[in-house]
């Protein structure tokens, strides 16, 4: 695959009267011909620096790509609440994040993808079942798409839900299970038409590889790429075959070059 240079530069947006930041990372030649996009969101209390060596992977392969805090999510690239932070706002910082960077004369708006980790997996799904003519192709990593099955696995009812909560080591608070617990991400991605790559681990406990198959059994252009022994995030080798996959996925759609 061809390596294109690139420069960064700092991504700074107002959502909701709240600061929003990251880093693009931007080929150089895309100042003479637009590039396709892609914009990387991280999982539960990551940051944009999870997912920048993903990014700088996407640019160096001939795309924009865009990575950022979630407002609450983890990150201090961004303001915003923990106990204040839901999949819905996760939602709204990535509409925002993909309506700023199209409108860029370096991105060629009609070729972009998404890519996301975990609980930034189900907000990418949700975005790109929300968007179908916008979103390209998804690229995803071991994405939490069951999340409102495991809330309410955990909490007999909305109501039941405390103030905050403790949940796989988290710290979130009712606006979390509130915005989550109705959501069937699962029934909204399988309108979605487009190409979809789902990588995951067969030794994952926090998200098990049955919720990625689901999903792509209900999907018309899914595949399913299983990393033998991996858990809840690829290291070392298992990051580098997860990483060849998914930027040959996309090269193969038309986002990255061949």
């Keep these: 695959m061809t390596r294109s240079p690139c420069t960064s530069r ?6 909701e009267g709240q600061r929003l930041g990251g880093l693009a990372y931007i080929p150089d030649d895309a100042s003479f011909t637009p ?10 209390e990551g940051s944009h620096t999870r997912v920048a060596p993903m990014a700088r992977r996407f640019a160096a392969a001939g795309a924009v790509a865009v990575c950022f805090d979630f407002r609450g999510g983890g990150g201090s690239a961004s303001d915003g609440d923990p ?3 839901s999949v819905l706002t996760e939602l709204a910082d990535l509409e925002a994040v993909l309506a700023a960077a199209c409108a860029w004369t370096e991105v060629d708006s009609s070729r972009v993808a998404l ?13 790109a079942a929300r968007r179908p003519q916008q979103i390209s192709a998804l690229a995803l990593w071991y994405p939490a798409l069951g999340l409102a099955r495991d809330l309410r696995a955990h909490f007999r009812s909305l109501e039941a839900v405390p103030a905050e909560f403790d949940y796989r ?7 979390y299970a509130r915005d989550a617990w109705g959501l069937d991400v699962d029934a909204e991605l399988s309108a979605y038409r487009r190409p979809v790559l789902l990588v995951h681990g067969d030794q994952d406990r926090a998200v098990p590889l049955s919720v990625s198959l689901r999903a792509a ?6 595949e399913v790429v299983t990393i033998p022994g991996a858990a809840h995030g690829f290291g070392d080798a298992n990051w580098e075959r997860a ?4 930027t040959g996925f996309l090269a193969w759609n038309g986002i990255l070059e061949g």
């Excluded at 890519?115 to 975005?127: R, T």
């Excluded at 990483?243 to 998914?246: K, P, Q, V």
Aim: charged share 10%.
């Design 217 to 222: 059994s209900a999907l018309p252009d899914a």
């Design 169 to 175: 080591g988290s710290r979130l608070g009712r606006a």
């Design 115 to 127: 890519f996301g980790l975990s609980l930034g997996g189900a907000v990418a799904a949700l975005a």
């Design 243 to 246: 990483m060849r996959t998914t």
């Design 83 to 85: 106990l204040a932070m």
């Design 10 to 15: 700092p991504l700074a947006l107002t959502v």
């Design 35 to 44: 590039a396709p996009l892609v914009v990387c969101c991280h999982g539960m």
